[in-house]
């Protein structure tokens, strides 16, 4: 056992004794018992019994089927708490509902101890230096997952390269956004007209057009037929300024190479209300395979600690025990170093997210951009499974 660990146990330990001491003492001496001892963990309740032996009556609180962290006192256990001659708990915040309990019971509250209490001028042990140093130690000394982007950052940019959209925006103004990504048996030089088809075809819409010298000209889609009050207009997808732009050429001449997304539109209408293209990486690049699953965001960001390598970047995480993925964003990054360790502790005391003490996962790398992290298929300390 370390310094660091003994040290409040040992002072646990005799603020046990001192309590059972001094509030139990008074008891009949007819009694076996010195009194009731309430405790609100299983962990508390042997503590007790190790001290309190056979001359103590320990009884647990909280039902031993309720997580610490998700136990709530009925008014029956307040009840209970109440004829106790000493209430023991952990303390460091594992248990929330201590305080404000306590309070409300005013000068019914039996005599309190935290088991776990620090020294005066202590509030708590440093966990998150603890672990930052742990975390360096392994950055610096090993292990360590060393993790390669390169591979995955060329299939993402050829998938964009290989990516296009065409929009229908109706008369009534409702829209459509049709995505075309099989594309192989296109000639090099495709056209606005090989991406209209496609869509069209792949989404069973049918459409009208006529062939004149200057190409096709589309009269219908879905069944919308243009008259003389309207036609059908084509507009390009402005990559830079993020809007719709009217083609100044016919369809047969915008170019596939130059051009990702193009939109028909009544001319009727207001072209600012054309939907933008829409992309299944817009949103979450990449995380599309994770759609409907919940996504954390880091707690606290530790950027550059002193002990670490250089560019080190701490994410320090508060998740229910189970299993997630870490899911990895960089830009100009093909290499990294990545250690996942947990924080010790009841819990990272100075995070406000009141759980227990397996919910602090802290993700360390050396050179990442950003993490996004999902509770849902695997955590894992690889950081290459996007």
Sequence with gaps: MNLQTSKPLLLAL?????????????????????????????????????????LVDVQLLSPSNIPVHDYEPTPADVVTLSSADLFLYHGLG????????????????????????MPDGDLALEFEAMLIADLCEHLNEG??????????????????????????????????????????DWPENATGWNLTTAALSANNITWNATLGTWGHFVTGIGG?????????????????????????????????????????????????????????????????HHEGHEHHTAEESIDSPEACPADTMIHIYGLEEGEHVLEFEATGIETFDLVVLKMGGAHAHHHDHGHDDHG??????????????????????????D
């Design 14 to 54: 005799m603020l046990i004794a001192s309590s059972l001491a001094g509030c139990l003492g008074n008891t009949d001496e007819g009694d076996d018992s010195l009194g009731t001892v309430m405790v609100s963990t299983y962990h508390v309740q042997q503590l007790a019994e190790a001290v309190g032996g056979d």
């Design 94 to 117: 594992l248990e929330t509902w201590v305080d404000a309990t306590l309070d409300s019971m005013g000068s019914s509250a039996p005599k309190t101890v935290s088991t776990h209490a």
């Design 143 to 184: 292990p360590y997952e060393a993790t390669n982007l390169t591979a995955e950052e060329d299939e993402h940019e050829e998938h964009e390269e290989d990516h296009h959209v065409v929009v229908v925006h109706y008369p009534d103004n409702t829209s459509v956004s049709l995505e075309v990504e099989d594309h192989a």
């Design 224 to 288: 919308v037929e243009a008259d003389a009050s309207w036609y059908w207009s084509l507009y390009v997808w402005n990559e830079t300024g993020d809007h719709w732009d009217v083609s100044q050429v016919g369809i047969d001449d915008v170019m596939l190479n130059e051009t990702e997304h193009i939109a028909w539109a009544a001319s009727t209408v207001d072209h600012t209300m054309i939907a933008e293209p829409h992309h299944d990486e817009d949103e979450h690049e990449g995380h599309d």
């Design 360 to 385: 602090d996962d802290d993700h360390d790398d050396h050179g990442d951009d950003d993490h996004d992290d999902h509770g849902d298929d695997d955590h894992d300390d690889h950081g290459d499974d």
